[in-house]
């Protein structure tokens, strides 16, 4: 029997993707790397997936590893690698303020691991690796998805380390290793139910205009009209990896999993607007102000909420390029437009207001 190795589980992504490939791969089995501390929410997660699915009973295994580790922290790595067929690298920290230590430790020396444990599965097919759109920094223009270094600045030690590690990737992919890349924009709640494990990029905006009554203010950062937010529903993200990891022309290929038609920030603020049920005025500021007024101004975090990290992203240069989405074509998949589920997430908040915005790590 092969075997699919995933880091990342029980994340979101690991959870959702974790049993259609086994429904894929009938013969396979699981097993999953899981840090010692979210060993008991892994087990819940992966007894709650064998509840719901029968047939993958016995198929999931869970060993405690990290990826901060050479050999992954495993006893015998050569060993675990010998079936690999599949190798799902998911586990990274997603936070926007992270410490660059932290980042470079868990993104950039976490992948150079599992790209070496890769190495070791002698019988491996695919390298399946997410990645972000957001690699592309502050580039100024147009990105598309065979676009990496284009020498653009960054905007935090996410991006930063998620490019580095994503280079290392496709180093290793011009070197021969069969890998496929999935960089999705930001993601937000399922667009059906609004389900999300956590509230942050444009959750922020969203709790913020919650708690204020009917008329509410809204800091409009630089031109709002000329900038674009770029966001999509989490089940768009895993159900494009789902059909696209299956897929033999996703070998070697990079997939912008962005919307193509995002809307602008001040489009964005209207749809929020509509969607909590306030009319918003905007408070025109530069984005250095409303970042020291975050940061450095009593009282004005404790109120808003929101990590000056995010002020950057109402000023993003960047337009993604999604023409790899085209092999999508014929499978129903499609990224919805923004005004079809914001009311969804916005519903989903208000029967669910205390998930936190905290990243797992």
Partial sequence: MSTIFFTGFPGFLGVELLPRVLRRSPDASATCLVQPKFAAAALRRAAQIEAAEPALAGR???VEGDITTPGLGL????????????????????????PRDLGVRINVTGTHHVLDFAEQARTLDRFQYVSTCY????????????????????????????????????DRMRGGMPATVYRPSVVVGDSSTGETQKYDGPYYALQWLLRQPRIAVMPAVGDSTAFRFNIVPRDFVVDSIAQLSGDGRSKGRVYQLADPMPLTVADLYTEMGRATGRKILRVPLTRAIAKFSLDHVPGVQK????????????????????????DLDGSGISCPSVPEYLPTLVGF????????SAAMI
């Fill in 349 to 356: 908040m208000r029967q669910h207001p205390d998930i936190s």
């Fill in 75 to 98: 006893d015998d790595a050569a060993a675990v690698a010998a079936d690999v067929t599949q190798l799902w690298h998911l586990a990274a920290v997603y936070d926007l303020s992270v």
């Fill in 303 to 326: 109120l808003m909420r929101i990590p000056s990290s995010a002020i950057d992203y109402l000023t993003h240069p960047t337009h993604y390029l999604t023409g790899h989405q085209s």
């Fill in 60 to 62: 999931i295994k869970l």
């Fill in 135 to 170: 690699v592309s920094g502050r580039y100024a223009g147009p990105y598309s998805e065979t676009d990496l270094d284009v020498g653009q600045r960054f905007n935090n030690y996410y991006e930063e380390t998620k490019f580095l590690a994503e280079v290392e990737v496709q």
